[in-house]
């Protein structure tokens, strides 16, 4: 059960675009269309914003999205906002029937 | 609307135990999947805990397995977490969340329960 690799920090200015990655193996991001991505302020819970690769809950800006390619999975972030600021976190089902967590990557807005 | 509330945490010694509740409201709670997430202190979060929506089935992250228990009651909304064996790395934020259906994505949490594990 090893962690989803992602980047430790990301940074960009208000209203470039950033994405940030998430890697796995073929036995959870590679084998499933089920990786999820989620926003946590801080001293606040994780909130959905992605799931199932590419799909927004309802309520999420349409300036989020997501993709997947082989084992490696991507949140994109456009014309960042100041409350974009916070750390994410992307998550997939694996074949052992568990889920696991990547090690989350904290965004900067400059 | 779908609320999730964590209760049971609190200060306890190595070795000893704890039962961690999580009561919901807002949803048909028997027709969903939950898990349990931590989230030690300044570090990222880390999968606990699965349960099928009627119970049949759980599973557990390796650092648990073993000492931990995950089960409902769908009669009282009540979601659980047995913690025996507790460790001091066990400190942690423990969230409860709803599985969305049809996903393997967690679409509500509640705000956490806080576990100290020190002695």
């Known amino acids: 059960q090893s962690a989803l690799t992602q980047p430790a920090s990301v940074s960009g200015s208000p209203g470039q675009s950033i994405t940030i990655s998430c890697t796995g193996t073929?036995?959870?991001?590679?084998?499933?269309?089920?990786v999820s991505w989620y926003q946590q302020h801080p001293g606040e819970a994780p909130k959905l914003m992605i799931y199932?690769?590419?799909n927004r809950p309802s309520g999420v800006s349409n300036r989020f999205s997501g993709s997947k390619s082989g084992n490696t999975a991507s949140l994109s972030i456009s014309g960042l906002q100041a409350e974009d600021e916070a750390d994410y976190y992307c998550?997939?089902?694996?074949?052992?029937?568990?889920?696991?967590f990547g090690g989350g990557t904290k965004l900067t807005v400059l | 609307q779908v609320l999730l509330v964590e209760s049971g945490g609190g200060v306890v010694q190595p070795g000893r135990s704890l039962r961690l509740s999580c009561t919901a409201s807002g949803f048909t709670f028997r027709t969903y999947g939950m898990h349990w997430v931590r989230q030690a202190p300044g570090k990222g979060l880390e999968w606990v805990a699965i349960?099928?929506?009627?119970?049949?089935?759980?599973n557990y992250a390796d650092s648990v397995k073993g000492r931990f228990t995950i089960s409902r009651d769908s009669s009282k909304n009540t979601l659980y977490l047995q913690m025996n064996s507790l460790r001091v790395d066990d400190t942690a934020i423990y969230y409860c969340?709803?599985?969305?259906?049809?996903?393997?994505?967690?679409?509500?949490w509640g705000q956490g329960t806080v576990v100290t594990v020190s002695s």
């Open positions: 349960i099928w929506y009627d119970g049949t089935n759980e």
């Open positions: 998550s997939s089902y694996t074949t052992s029937n568990t889920a696991v």
């Open positions: 073929s036995s959870d991001v590679g084998r499933y269309n089920s």
């Open positions: 199932a690769v590419t």
């Open positions: 969340a709803r599985i969305a259906t049809g996903t393997y994505s967690l679409d509500s």
